[in-house]
């Protein structure tokens, strides 16, 4: 009778625990960082937004969706994110089923249609960071959710204040059926963090604030709500739902005395995260180091002013950050002898451990256990960072920086947004396909993948196989607008969208095939020495 009681009681423990770790597919695997410029801020005048897709399920691919003419009384269907079934041969992936539809506008822009598509024709630019919010928030009765959202706004919008305005009147009308979301959203003016929470189960419509970043300040979202006090009287700052203050005084988070904290009142949880908080501490470090801001602050201003101008060159190390030489370094405890019987960190020790790994070596890192984790992932499906330039005509002018995988060991590549076509791996999606040559993001996940078995070793070789590269491609794509903008300048606008696109397309190709060969090289090389 006691061996049944034990086996009972474990059986009964096992299947609550179990329980406890379900986790909500619209929130798993979405821990997302973006970082946004003002065009005081950046060192080219660009307005930027940016965002690292650090999920476990979402697609590899990034396609061209052309702009569109729609018949009068044409609707268009809306679909929910759900966990695919697992197959064997593929990998984790959501799949989307359809939830209903909405009547459909005249004309969609063109847009790049990433699992959160990212970027228009008229340079209107989107990043995206999951924040999760109070769980009673969340709406069942609704039809729009963060990636969708995303899509409509390019497809119907030009400007940031624009796209706040559609995005509040269609999750009025149709509902918010995500967790709590940031967008960061720019055009070539001005960028804004916009956070959005449903209204409650079984209601329709949504809660959601919106702030300027300053034009000279840079901020971040880093899955937690950053926008706390908010000032509707300053226009040109601040925008709200309309139930922005209700809500929370209908359910007791906001006693309508005390000043008003949006991220208190919604997401309170959001702020106590140390993988959240290091990390905007960690971009505001780096960008502006003056400040010698407390790495162990629960609050950061919502934006800083940087040090120096920043660059693109600038943001993409942030990007591939991990926070090496500070303490937070998860590789900083493992550590070998020298030669000279020095200490130093091992060349086996990687800052992309996975959790039995970080059990193992007993290090407080990693996601699930709301420890460390850096700005770059391994588990990063993709990355971007969009340049929106008032100085440039928008055939030019919007441009993203785009880089699959582990950002610390891939390369961004520039896809413009008005190209016509991309090369074929890059519109392949990697989930789909299993391992396979015709998708991009297999040729980076297996460099990122193998370079994790001896961090220390390869990530230099693959720092002087990409460095170079990447400088190529910067170098390069002035060259190609200076010439893109003579022949718009003669009345070539074909010519010129042909120019961009070839360039895209060749910098792509060249990119995948130096990632196989750099994948085939790191293999053989140290083979035998993990």
């Known amino acids: 009778m006691l061996r049944k009681i034990i086996l009972i009681s474990v059986i009964i423990f096992s299947v609550v625990t179990l329980s406890a770790q379900q986790v909500d597919p619209m929130t798993e695997g979405m821990e997302c960082t973006s970082i946004t410029i003002g065009k005081k801020a950046s060192a080219d005048g660009s307005v930027i937004t ?75 630019a989107i990043g995206e960071s999951t924040f999760g919010g109070r769980s009673e928030l969340k709406s069942d009765s ?51 963090h916009l956070e959005i929470l449903g209204p409650g189960k079984g209601k329709m419509g949504a809660v959601w604030a919106a702030q300027r970043v300053p034009d000279d300040h840079v901020a971040v979202n880093a899955n937690a709500s950053t926008i706390r006090k908010i000032d509707l009287k300053n226009k040109d ?147 971007t960072i969009i340049q929106c330039r008032a100085d440039l005509p928008d055939e030019v002018g919007a441009l993203c920086w785009f880089a699959l995988d582990n950002v610390a060991s891939s390369i961004y590549v520039p896809i413009y947004a008005n190209v016509t076509d991309l090369p074929t791996t890059y519109k392949t999606d990697g989930r789909e396909t299993g391992f396979s040559k015709e998708a991009a993001w297999w040729a980076f996940n297996r460099v990122g993948t193998i370079a994790c078995q001896r961090w220390g070793d390869m990530h230099v070789v693959i720092d002087q196989a990409w460095q170079p590269l990447e400088k190529k491609f910067i170098e390069e794509h002035y060259r190609v607008e200076t010439e893109a903008l003579r022949l718009l300048r003669n009345g070539q606008r074909q010519e010129a969208i042909r120019l961009l696109t070839n360039f895209t397309n060749e910098c792509g190709n060249t990119a995948v095939e130096n990632a196989w060969k750099l994948g085939d090289y790191i293999w053989t090389t140290f083979d035998g020495m993990w």
């Open 50 to 124: 940016s965002h690292t897709d650090d999920s476990h399920r979402s697609r590899t691919n990034i396609m061209v969706e052309p702009a569109a003419d729609h018949q009068k009384g044409e609707r268009q269907t809306l679909y929910k994110r759900v966990w695919a079934p697992n197959e064997p041969g593929k990998m984790n992936r959501y799949a989307d089923i359809p939830v209903g539809d909405i009547p459909q506008v005249a004309h969609t822009n063109q847009f790049l249609n990433t699992a959160y598509p990212c970027v228009n024709e008229y340079q209107l």
């Open 237 to 383: 700052y601040f925008m709200a739902s309309d139930n922005v203050y209700s809500l929370a005084k209908e359910n007791g988070w906001w006693d309508g005395k005390e000043t008003f904290r949006f991220a208190y009142a919604y997401a309170p949880q959001s702020r106590t995260m140390i993988a959240c908080r290091r990390r905007e501490w960690r971009v505001f470090d780096l960008l502006a180091p003056s400040l010698h801001l407390d790495p162990n602050s629960e609050n950061y201003p919502f934006s800083v002013k940087p040090d120096t101008l920043v660059t693109l060159e600038k943001m993409m190390s942030v990007f591939k950050d991990y926070y090496e030489g500070t303490p937070y370094d998860m590789r900083k405890n493992l550590t070998v002898a020298d030669k000279d019987g020095k200490q130093v960190i091992s060349p086996m020790a990687n800052p992309f451990m996975k959790g039995d790994e970080l059990r193992l070596f007993k290090v407080n890192g990693g996601w699930n256990e709301l420890g460390e984790r850096n700005i770059a992932v391994h588990f990063t499906v993709y990355g």
């Open 142 to 192: 609704g039809l729009i959710d963060c990636q969708r959202l995303c899509m409509l706004l390019l497809q119907r919008c030009k400007t940031a204040r624009e796209a706040i305005k559609t995005a509040g009147e269609l999750l009025k009308e149709y509902g918010w059926i995500d967790a709590g979301e940031c967008l960061t959203i720019a055009d070539k003016n001005e960028v804004w």
